[in-house]
């Protein structure tokens, strides 16, 4: 089956313009994930929705930061006035049901350079 | 908080012989531990994980992972190493109290030679 999609794969844009990332989760999964992976580091977490809300959004950097889940299903992540530092891969996941015992599916992910 | 430490950047290993990648964890509650592996441009694949019951766990590639809570370790393991194992292997812990975010380790590269 169809896994989890991430649109665009790669972005560049310069500092100070807005971008936004889309993901598609696997179907069926209530549970999305943003993490964001800059060179040499593991995945730190950024937001998580429980179908079309966000239940923890503790890890979003700041305010120029912002994502949406409209329908429970695809979901963007919106940034604004990007800065040289937001250069990283943001990287999607779902799963099941977004209990703590579920197995998350990451997606390819977007690689944002900001010049 | 949660934690996870991969304290080797890289292992190293010839075809054919075991390997072992190392994982500690810190958490407040009982933790569930996951291993990925992440090929060159390529999103984290999962391998497998750690809920409860059986300390080894088996996952896929012929990969396992022994849960030790007495050491707070995770170790990844495969008795038999292959050159198409050379990869990104990170760990990851989430609280049983957590049910959004993974934490991650900063990973450790697997390198397997001929």
């Known amino acids: 089956g169809a896994g989890v999609s991430q649109t665009p794969s790669n972005k560049v844009t310069e500092k100070g313009k807005y971008v936004e990332l889309r993901c598609d989760p696997i179907s069926g999964h209530t549970a999305l994930y943003w993490y964001r992976q800059s060179l040499g580091q593991g995945p730190e977490f950024l937001i998580y929705f429980q179908g079309t809300g966000a239940a923890d959004d503790s890890g979003l950097p700041n305010d120029r930061f912002f994502a949406v889940r409209p329908e429970g299903s695809v979901s963007t992540l919106k940034i604004q006035r990007t800065e040289r530092g937001d250069s990283a891969v943001y990287l999607c996941?779902?799963?099941?049901?977004?209990?703590?015992?579920?197995?998350?599916?990451f997606g390819p992910g977007t690689r944002l350079t900001v010049l | 908080a949660q934690s996870v430490a991969q304290p080797e950047d890289q292992v190293n290993v010839a075809e054919g012989n075991p390997l072992t990648v190392k994982c500690t964890y810190s958490v407040s509650g009982n933790p569930y531990l996951f291993w990925y592996v992440q090929y060159p441009n390529r999103g984290l694949q999962f391998l497998l994980k750690y809920i409860t019951g059986d300390n080894l766990v088996k996952g896929s590639y012929g990969f396992e992972a022994e849960f030790n809570k007495s050491q707070t370790s995770f170790h990844l393991k495969k008795p038999s190493a292959l050159v198409s194992d050379s990869a990104l292997y990170f760990c990851a812990v989430r609280d049983t109290g957590t049910a959004s975010k993974l934490t991650f380790g900063t990973g450790t590269r697997l390198q397997v030679t001929l």
């Open positions: 996941a779902s799963s099941l049901q977004g209990i703590s015992t579920d197995t998350q599916y």
